[in-house]
């Protein structure tokens, strides 16, 4: 049985399909990016005891990495820090003072053991000493030295009393997942208990908080609501703020939860650390309202960083690995779009749903409206022939896929090198002369 299906109650996020009568396992991936800073954050920094364990699910790359990268770390307690990193070297770096044992896939190694290098979903178990801490999920502490790959699974076990997030949040489904486990409190916010300023912000109607601009503009309002300092919290709430700045803080301002100038639904996960609400500086000088506030304690929440809708893809169990959503638009080539010749003319073309090519140069055939390939994954592409006269093609996504002569459907796994999109490309000796009344391409993880 695939490893990541095995712990209890990871079944939230991987549910079962019902179509055609057949059974379908699906979940969501969410996909890290060093560029976009992308980390995973927990509310309640995870303590462990000697002897209790953090599980969880990792992308291992094709080769060492260029520059290291954490797949989790502690907080801001340098002495008690559990991290782990995959190191330009090629080995694993742990802090070995907090934890006593590694295993991957079931297989006890050393903790500076060489890492995976096969592009594949493998589980990884640690064994914690007393006091050893985790807070970030793909990045260092200091929000920085950031993963790029999949995060899954996570479950730490402390003191017997499990804390699991899949890491499955599907697009639009908001940046917190709250623990399988998690337990909500009773609802703490009344508006009437928030501290206002004269002058500054007020309570209108005893439903609304409104934050106000100051004559200069410089966002000198707060208003804050007193919260216990050892438990985490659930934040919820509506604002409308055409342009403004409204900042939402920790109770000292030393940590910025949220800067938006959007209106609409906010959700936020907030640590033991107090909370507060502040006009920032710049922006449209409008007053701020605040409606729906709901504030409730939590027993533990995954906040997603800068992992946007475009980076949590949904994938199906099949044969064991995991594939991704169709990545190629108008594969069928019912209409005359979506697809470009890549060096300008008219030597492909689609007509009769098929693109057709009668080509004596390598001039591909781009699709412009996919996505760019993601650099180390592996893609399952599928292309079919019909009417072939001469020449050869190959159907490229981010690696260049074997070339074809002859009629008939062909399916191979490409890893990708590049970030291309998907490309029909002829020989450049032969051309191609012929048609594709098909072409896909789907995202594949392998599960070691």
């Known amino acids: 049985m695939i490893r990541s299906m095995k712990r209890s109650m990871i079944s939230t996020m991987i549910r079962p399909m019902i179509g055609d009568g057949d059974s379908a396992i699906t979940r969501f991936y969410a996909l890290t990016d060093s560029v976009l800073n992308s980390r995973l954050v927990y509310a309640n920094t ?3 005891q000697s002897g209790d364990t953090f599980e969880f699910d990792f992308l291992a790359p094709n080769a060492a990495v260029a520059s290291d990268e954490f797949l989790f770390d502690g907080d801001t307690d340098v002495v008690n820090r559990a991290y782990l990193l995959l190191g330009s070297s090629g080995s694993f770096t742990p802090n ?17 053991s060489a890492y995976p290098k096969d592009g594949k979903l493998h589980t990884a178990l640690v064994t914690m000493n007393n006091g050893a801490k985790v807070k970030y999920l793909g990045s260092r502490y200091t929000q920085a030295v950031f993963y790029n790959g999949i995060l899954a699974n996570a479950v730490a076990t402390i003191s017997g009393v499990t804390t699991t997030n899949p890491i499955g949040l599907a697009p639009n489904g908001g940046n917190v997942e709250y623990s399988d486990e998690n337990v909500f409190g009773a609802e703490l916010s009344q508006v009437s208990l928030y501290n206002v300023i004269s002058g500054l912000s007020e309570i209108i109607d005893n439903t609304t908080l409104r934050i106000l601009t100051d004559n200069s503009g410089s966002g000198t309002v707060i208003t ?14 509506t604002a409308t703020n055409t342009a403004g700045i409204l900042n939402v803080t920790n109770g000292d301002e030393s940590i910025t939860y949220l800067t938006t100038s959007d209106s609409g639904d906010f959700e ?8 507060r609400f502040k006009r920032g500086q710049g922006g449209v000088l409008n007053d701020i309202l605040m ?32 594939i991704g959503q169709e990545v190629v638009v108008n594969g069928g080539f019912n209409t ?17 749903g098929k693109a ?15 996505p760019s390939s993601s650099v180390g994954f592996r893609y399952i592409t599928k292309f079919s022939i019909s ?7 190959s159907f490229n996504a981010g690696a260049t896929g074997t070339l074809q002569s002859a009629n008939g459907e062909y399916t191979e796994t490409l890893i990708a090198n590049n970030t291309n999109k998907p490309t029909l490309r002829p020989n450049f000796g032969t051309g191609f002369v012929g048609s594709v009344p098909s072409a896909s391409v789907k995202r594949k993880i392998e599960v070691a």
């Open 96 to 112: 070995a003072t907090t934890m006593s044992a590694l295993s991957i896939d079931g297989n006890v190694v050393g903790l500076t």
């Open 224 to 237: 804050a609501l007193p919260l216990s300092d050892t438990e985490a919290y659930s934040l919820i709430f």
């Open 387 to 393: 009417d072939y006269v001469s020449g050869e093609v």
């Open 356 to 370: 057709n090519s009668n080509n004596i140069t390598n001039n591909g055939f781009r699709n412009d409206s996919a």
């Open 46 to 48: 995870l303590v462990f």
């Open 268 to 275: 936020i996960a907030i640590p033991p650390s107090g909370l």
């Open 291 to 322: 409606t729906n506030i709901s504030v409730r304690s939590i027993t533990n929440a995954l906040t997603y960083v800068f992992i946007p809708d475009a980076n949590r893809e949904q994938y199906t169990l099949i044969d064991g690995s995991w």
């Open 336 to 352: 005359d779009s979506d697809w470009g010749n890549t060096q300008g003319g008219s030597l492909w073309s689609i007509s009769g």
